[in-house]
């Protein structure tokens, strides 16, 4: 159904997905069609979230955050706790993982936190340079050809210091995939992130970290998952790329 009507068929299967009551975290099946975003709530403490939020907190001071993509906001929880006085908003698809998220975070007393029902190229709502880090995880993977240029120049839009995504990465030659708009590869989008930002922020700069077993202990994710850093042109050259990265730009 994808390669006939692309991005659309995902966005479908992902705004309904708690009409399933199940989880693709767990492969558990649940009662109540809530309850499978618990899957979710429960993974706050995964390796990737807590090195996802240092390369957020690369950016300080930070005083506002976008995550694309944010189920019911695990990593926004780590992104509160780590930044109480920041202005933190988070969308997603699934409008039973944004209800959901909202009572966490109130239950949590977690108020600086804001949720909304949005599809990742819907960022009308917000004006340019709203918030200096926009991230995503593991979110671009379902973003086909046809939607992935909007996408990408909304987030450079809203940004104001930089981005950091989390994402499989294409690590094979430029020429194969010359303008990054992904090549697909068991039912995931991989891409040249690098090349595809510079696109919409020619004067960006990208740091490339690969996903580790540390990180990720996943064998997919550790073959072409990558953590993309970039900052924008007022960013570029504050901070010096660790010897661990490859420099792209």
């Given at each position: 159904?994808?390669?006939?009507?692309?991005?659309?068929?995902r966005?479908?299967?992902?705004?309904?997905?708690?009409?399933?009551?199940?989880?693709?975290?767990?492969?558990?099946?649940?009662?109540?069609?809530?309850?499978?975003?618990?899957?979710?709530?429960?993974?706050?403490?995964?390796?990737?979230?807590?090195?996802?939020?240092?390369?957020?907190a690369?950016?300080?001071?930070?005083?506002?955050?976008?995550?694309?993509?944010?189920?019911?906001?695990?990593?926004?929880?780590?992104?509160?706790?780590?930044?109480p006085?920041?202005?933190?908003?988070?969308?997603?698809?699934?409008?039973?993982?944004?209800?959901?998220?909202?009572?966490?975070?109130?239950?949590?007393?977690?108020?600086?936190?804001?949720?909304s029902?949005?599809?990742?190229?819907?960022?009308?709502?917000?004006?340019?340079?709203?918030?200096?880090?926009?991230?995503?995880?593991?979110?671009?993977?379902?973003?086909?050809?046809?939607?992935?240029?909007?996408?990408?120049?909304?987030?450079?839009?809203?940004?104001?210091?930089?981005?950091?995504?989390?994402?499989?990465?294409?690590?094979?030659?430029?020429?194969?995939?010359?303008?990054?708009?992904?090549?697909?590869?068991?039912?995931?989008?991989?891409?040249?992130?690098?090349?595809?930002?510079?696109?919409?922020?020619?004067?960006a700069?990208?740091?490339?970290?690969?996903?580790?077993?540390?990180?990720?202990?996943?064998?997919?994710?550790?073959?072409?998952?990558?953590?993309?850093?970039?900052?924008?042109?007022?960013?570029?050259?504050r901070?010096v790329?660790?010897?661990?990265?490859?420099?792209?730009?």
């Open positions: 159904m994808e390669r006939i009507i692309g991005t659309r068929a966005e479908h299967e992902w705004a309904t997905l708690h009409y399933y009551k199940s989880s693709d975290l767990s492969g558990k099946h649940y009662d109540k069609r809530d309850e499978w975003v618990l899957d979710y709530w429960d993974s706050r403490d995964h390796s990737h979230r807590t090195f996802l939020l240092e390369k957020i690369g950016f300080s001071p930070v005083s506002s955050v976008l995550e694309i993509g944010c189920n019911c906001g695990p990593n926004l929880y780590l992104v509160a706790r780590r930044f006085d920041s202005q933190i908003h988070g969308i997603d698809i699934n409008p039973v993982a944004i209800q959901k998220g909202r009572e966490l975070f109130a239950a949590a007393g977690i108020t600086n936190v804001n949720l029902v949005h599809k990742a190229d819907e960022l009308g709502q917000f004006p340019d340079k709203s918030f200096d880090v926009v991230f995503t995880d593991a979110v671009l993977i379902y973003i086909g050809r046809d939607k992935i240029r909007k996408v990408i120049a909304e987030m450079v839009r809203v940004a104001r210091k930089g981005l950091v995504l989390l994402e499989r990465y294409n690590f094979g030659p430029e020429q194969r995939d010359p303008y990054g708009l992904g090549i697909r590869r068991n039912d995931l989008w991989l891409r040249n992130y690098a090349t595809l930002i510079k696109q919409f922020a020619p004067g700069q990208a740091q490339i970290t690969r996903v580790t077993a540390d990180i990720w202990p996943d064998k997919g994710w550790q073959e072409t998952g990558a953590i993309i850093e970039v900052r924008l042109t007022s960013e570029v050259n901070n790329p660790h010897a661990t990265e490859e420099t792209v730009g």
